[in-house]
């Protein structure tokens, strides 16, 4: 019987039924669950490198090395592997790579919704796009054939709305292709100028291969319907628009790059109007404009955010089936936020009462830049918090720089924190960094990482040693307090920040969500005390709510966790332990 | 079998557990021969935010998800969450709430009112409307935890499917020391929701 399964697990099965052997990823929404879910097949390897440049790495290795490897990255981690990946593209494989980039549309869990269609022109490379999870398992299977026959990562874009919508999908056998014969072949795979000169014209003669094959490809396929409009779409597109328009003639492109030249000629040849269907930029529907094709695409569909059926009904149809409810109301936005007894909660608190300028990172802790702790001036990328803190200083001085810390997490401190820390100690900064340690990769679902001790497998390693390696790095004040004890948690930043030397606090606490014992005491808000003053309701736990009828805070049993944040900020102990 | 596609709108706040109702109902919907499409959201949003989960089964389905006034059922795990999908209900549609009332961030703070009576009002627009403190239901199953799968018990009464399937779904997702209490709450959602369309 066929199974429901995600993109992402299709993805990986896809993977193992091509006889893929390794398989490397940095967790990052929505790319997480396709090597997780390849982990849980037994002997094969599987790892969550430190970061996607390092995961493409050792895929690109372990492909020279002859082994069918699955590399998979949220499509800002495409940018961390960016260089080696145009590179790889020179040397080509030796067992098949197909990298899957997720992108996101829409921003569900991520800084930027860049179109990573466009790393496929850049670096030459097929770009496939699944439409289904039984394509995304097809598709991945066929794409390792792609790669070996063509001599190039592929690359499989996929994205949030396909990575995380289950459908049916018919598995397959695993075919054994065992690993293919290494040999030393230095022109090939050493990219020295000379060399890569040589391989660039290997390149571009791959990309018009390409081109010829996706003329041909079963990945490309034209559905005839009426054809006084024809469109030319991909991935999930394809999907809303068969919802709203069965009747339509399509050209389906599971292939986005290169594009199948004669084939587009010759369907828009057959249709009245032609149109291009596709989330994001205007990737397809500009290299038609260059063929000299008269085609509609972004006048009519937005670069903004996320599809739907609705709105692809309301640009072609002119019907809108957004009827409204009739509930005439404004609906409070609810924004995702920190959990109860959430270790950040405690940092971010601080950081505003002393009203510090903090460069953020990525990661739940991105969360404190809402209100009510808006507790964060900047966030850009992975590991930007020290760069930025070290560049604010420079620009500003030292006196500036004792009212600036760097705000990064354990997982991304280890993916990307660590370079630009040496450079705060060998280009003399006074920087302030807060490692927020809670032990796990958190927003991507509780992913293991090198300074957690335990791999994919939840087996133990050797754990990296936060303290000793922010230590060898030439960081001579390194400060390891728990976040949630407000008053150490406070000295110890004044202390580290108005030292004239760089400095490393790790604010060390697990996230709530690891935390499995039921708390071993419960608060409520004696209303005698409380004084209205709303100083508990400004950290922003879902544990404790105001009351506007009598005006006071009330504890939700239901939620808090008994962190014992809130009885800290009330200044009339009105918060008090039930006894018994 | 029927041509047309049936949409269930699952909707609430992070972490109440929408994923694994619309994961079972989802199953069930294999299991009786559909073509089925889920909707999920994992990531960010999970921390608290408002979710939704999107099941669409009939003969043939395209779309992973539901276009605004199309969802013949609105199952809402949180009373302002049943306010904020209204629009995607089609006309006729049902809606169940969950008596359930969880402050987002700009009400905990007072800087925005959460609605009065929002439910009472979805009930006075939406004929077709049942409120239930499922949580209260789940307690006096065994653990208020399992009051998500009070609703699935609910839903499946709305949209008639056969709770022998449901329960093998149940049986397969639920941990064995947890399963007593969850079949057990399947089953007072199923009647409570059957009761109520029988006084209708």
Same mark, same amino acid.
């Given at each position: 019987?066929?199974?429901?399964?995600?993109?992402?697990?299709?993805?990986?099965?896809?993977?193992?039924?091509?006889?893929? @052997?390794?398989?490397?990823?940095?967790?990052? =929404?929505?790319?997480?669950?396709?090597?997780?879910?390849?982990?849980?097949?037994?002997?094969?390897?599987?790892?969550?490198?430190?970061?996607?440049? &390092?995961?493409?790495?050792?895929?690109?290795?372990?492909?020279?090395?002859?082994?069918?490897?699955?590399?998979?990255?949220?499509?800002?981690?495409?940018?961390?592997?960016?260089?080696?990946?145009? =590179?790889?593209?020179?040397?080509?494989?030796? *067992?098949?790579?197909?990298?899957?980039?997720?992108?996101?549309? $829409?921003?569900?869990?991520?800084?930027? #919704?860049?179109?990573?269609?466009?790393?496929?022109?850049?670096?030459?490379?097929?770009?496939?796009?699944?439409?289904?999870?039984?394509?995304?398992?097809?598709?991945?299977?066929?794409?390792?054939?792609?790669?070996?026959?063509?001599?190039?990562?592929?690359?499989?874009?996929?994205?949030?709305?396909?990575?995380?919508?289950? =459908?049916?999908?018919?598995?397959?056998?695993?075919?054994?292709?065992?690993?293919?014969?290494?040999?030393?072949?230095?022109?090939?795979?050493?990219?020295?100028?000379?060399?890569?000169?040589?391989?660039?014209?290997?390149?571009?003669?791959?990309?018009?291969?390409?081109?010829?094959?996706?003329?041909?490809?079963?990945?490309?396929?034209?559905?005839?319907?009426?054809?006084?409009?024809?469109?030319?779409?991909?991935?999930?597109?394809?999907?809303?628009?068969?919802?709203?328009?069965? #009747?339509?003639?399509?050209?389906?492109?599971?292939?986005?790059?290169?594009?199948?030249?004669?084939?587009?000629?010759?369907?828009?040849?057959?249709?009245?109007?032609?149109?291009?269907?596709?989330?994001?930029?205007?990737? %397809?529907? #500009?290299?038609?404009?260059?063929?000299?094709?008269?085609?509609?695409?972004?006048?009519?569909?937005?670069?903004?955010?996320?599809?739907?059926?609705?709105?692809?009904?309301?640009?072609?149809? $002119?019907?809108?089936?957004?009827?409204?409810?009739?509930?005439?109301?404004?609906?409070?936005?609810?924004?995702?936020?920190?959990?109860?007894?959430?270790?950040?909660?405690?940092?971010? /608190?601080?950081?505003?009462?002393?009203?510090?300028?903090?460069?953020?990172?990525?990661?739940?802790?991105?969360?404190?830049?809402?209100?009510?702790?808006?507790?964060?001036?900047?966030?850009?990328?992975?590991?930007?918090? %020290?760069?930025?803190?070290?560049?604010?200083?420079?620009?500003?001085?030292?006196?500036?720089?004792?009212?600036?810390?760097?705000?990064?997490?354990?997982?991304?401190?280890? /993916?990307? $924190?660590?370079?630009?820390?040496?450079?705060?100690?060998?280009?003399?900064?006074?920087?302030? !960094?807060?490692?927020?340690?809670?032990?796990?990769?958190?927003?991507?679902?509780?992913?293991?990482?090198?300074?957690?001790?335990?791999?994919?497998?939840?087996?133990?390693?050797?754990?990296?040693?936060?303290?000793?390696?922010?230590?060898?790095?030439?960081?001579?004040?390194?400060?390891?307090?728990?976040?949630?004890?407000?008053?150490?948690?406070?000295?110890?930043?004044?202390? #580290?920040?108005?030292?004239?030397?760089?400095?490393?606090?790790?604010?060390?606490?697990?996230?709530?969500?690891?935390?499995?014992?039921?708390?071993?005491?419960?608060?409520?808000?004696?209303?005698?005390?409380?004084?209205?003053?709303?100083?508990?309701?400004?950290?922003?736990?879902?544990?404790?709510?105001?009351?506007?009828?009598?005006?006071?805070?009330?504890?939700?049993?239901?939620?808090?966790?008994?962190?014992?944040?809130?009885?800290? &900020?009330?200044?009339?102990? *009105?918060?008090?332990?039930?006894?018994? | 079998?029927?041509?047309?596609?049936?949409?269930?709108?699952?909707?609430?706040?992070?972490?109440? $557990? @929408?994923?694994?109702?619309?994961?079972?109902?989802?199953? !069930?919907?294999?299991?009786?021969?559909?073509?089925?499409?889920?909707?999920?959201?994992?990531?960010?949003?999970?921390?608290?935010?408002?979710? &939704?989960?999107?099941?669409?089964?009939?003969?043939?389905?395209?779309?992973?998800? %539901?276009?605004?006034?199309?969802?013949?059922?609105?199952?809402?795990?949180?009373?302002?969450?049943?306010?904020?999908?209204?629009?995607?209900?089609?006309?006729?549609?049902?809606?169940?709430?969950?008596?359930?009332?969880?402050?987002?961030?700009?009400?905990?703070?007072?800087?925005?009112?959460?609605?009065?009576?929002?439910?009472?009002?979805?009930?006075?627009?939406?004929?077709?409307? =049942?409120?239930?403190?499922?949580?209260?239901?789940?307690?006096?199953?065994?653990?208020?935890?399992?009051?998500?799968?009070?609703?699935?018990?609910?839903?499946?009464?709305?949209?008639?499917?056969?709770?022998?399937?449901?329960?093998?779904?149940?049986?397969?997702?639920?941990?064995?020391?947890?399963?007593?209490?969850?079949?057990?709450?399947?089953?007072?959602?199923?009647?409570?929701?059957?009761?109520?369309?029988?006084?209708?």
């Amino acid at each position: 019987m066929k199974k429901l399964m995600i993109g992402n697990e299709a993805i990986a099965r896809g993977a193992y039924e091509a006889g893929a @052997t390794v398989a490397t990823a940095y967790p990052g =929404t929505p790319s997480t669950e396709i090597v997780s879910t390849f982990a849980d097949y037994e002997g094969l390897y599987a790892e969550w490198a430190p970061n996607e440049k &390092v995961a493409l790495e050792v895929g690109v290795g372990a492909s020279i090395g002859g082994a069918r490897t699955l590399v998979a990255m949220k499509h800002v981690g495409v940018n961390v592997a960016a260089d080696p990946l145009y =590179t790889f593209s020179y040397t080509g494989v030796n *067992a098949g790579l197909v990298l899957v980039s997720a992108d996101d549309p $829409g921003m569900h869990s991520s800084q930027n #919704e860049q179109d990573n269609r466009g790393y496929g022109r850049f670096a030459k490379m097929p770009v496939i796009e699944p439409a289904d999870s039984q394509e995304a398992l097809d598709f991945t299977r066929l794409a390792f054939d792609i790669s070996e026959e063509f001599d190039t990562p592929v690359m499989l874009r996929v994205t949030t709305r396909l990575s995380h919508s289950q =459908t049916l999908v018919e598995t397959g056998e695993r075919v054994e292709v065992g690993l293919k014969s290494y040999k030393k072949d230095a022109p090939k795979y050493v990219m020295l100028p000379g060399f890569a000169r040589l391989r660039h014209v290997e390149v571009e003669k791959r990309i018009l291969q390409l081109k010829e094959y996706a003329e041909t490809t079963d990945l490309n396929r034209m559905e005839w319907g009426d054809k006084s409009i024809g469109i030319i779409t991909s991935g999930v597109s394809y999907q809303y628009l068969r919802e709203v328009m069965p #009747e339509v003639s399509v050209l389906k492109l599971g292939m986005v790059n290169p594009l199948p030249e004669k084939l587009i000629r010759s369907f828009a040849a057959e249709v009245d109007r032609l149109i291009v269907l596709e989330e994001l930029e205007p990737v %397809i529907e #500009e290299q038609l404009k260059a063929w000299g094709l008269k085609v509609e695409g972004k006048e009519l569909f937005t670069l903004l955010g996320e599809y739907s059926p609705e709105m692809i009904e309301e640009v072609l149809l $002119g019907v809108s089936s957004g009827k409204g409810s009739g509930l005439d109301q404004e609906i409070p936005p609810r924004p995702p936020l920190m959990c109860p007894g959430c270790p950040h909660r405690g940092v971010f /608190h601080t950081l505003k009462k002393m009203k510090l300028h903090v460069m953020g990172d990525i990661g739940c802790y991105t969360l404190g830049a809402l209100s009510p702790l808006d507790g964060m001036d900047a966030c850009v990328c992975m590991g930007a918090s %020290i760069g930025m803190s070290l560049g604010m200083e420079k620009a500003n001085g030292e006196d500036f720089a004792r009212k600036v810390v760097a705000v990064i997490g354990d997982s991304t401190f280890v /993916h990307s $924190g660590i370079t630009p820390l040496i450079d705060v100690v060998y280009n003399q900064g006074t920087s302030t !960094v807060i490692i927020l340690d809670n032990d796990t990769t958190a927003m991507t679902g509780h992913q293991d990482h090198p300074a957690t001790g335990k791999t994919i497998r939840n087996l133990p390693t050797r754990k990296l040693d936060l303290p000793a390696l922010v230590k060898a790095i030439g960081i001579e004040h390194v400060r390891i307090v728990d976040p949630l004890q407000l008053d150490e948690f406070r000295q110890t930043l004044e202390e #580290e920040l108005n030292r004239r030397e760089a400095s490393v606090i790790i604010a060390k606490r697990p996230c709530a969500l690891l935390v499995k014992k039921a708390p071993d005491k419960e608060f409520y808000v004696d209303p005698e005390l409380c004084k209205s003053c709303k100083l508990c309701i400004k950290i922003g736990c879902t544990g404790i709510y105001w009351v506007e009828e009598n005006r006071k805070a009330v504890i939700n049993p239901n939620t808090c966790v008994a962190c014992g944040l809130c009885p800290q &900020v009330c200044t009339f102990e *009105a918060i008090k332990i039930v006894e018994g | 079998m029927p041509k047309q596609t049936t949409n269930v709108l699952i909707v609430g706040v992070g972490g109440q $557990g @929408t994923l694994l109702t619309s994961r079972i109902i989802a199953q !069930v919907a294999v299991q009786m021969g559909y073509d089925v499409k889920v909707s999920e959201i994992h990531g960010m949003a999970q921390r608290g935010g408002s979710v &939704v989960s999107q099941v669409r089964y009939g003969e043939r389905v395209y779309s992973p998800i %539901i276009k605004k006034s199309d969802a013949d059922i609105l199952l809402a795990f949180e009373k302002l969450e049943a306010a904020r999908w209204l629009d995607y209900l089609k006309p006729g549609g049902k809606v169940i709430i969950n008596d359930e009332r969880v402050d987002p961030l700009p009400v905990m703070s007072g800087k925005l009112k959460y609605p009065v009576d929002i439910d009472k009002r979805i009930a006075n627009l939406i004929p077709d409307t =049942t409120i239930v403190d499922a949580t209260r239901m789940a307690e006096e199953c065994g653990n208020s935890r399992a009051a998500n799968v009070v609703l699935v018990g609910m839903l499946a009464a709305a949209i008639n499917i056969p709770a022998e399937e449901v329960e093998n779904a149940i049986r397969e997702m639920v941990p064995a020391k947890a399963l007593e209490v969850n079949l057990k709450a399947f089953r007072e959602g199923q009647k409570y929701l059957s009761a109520t369309l029988n006084r209708l």
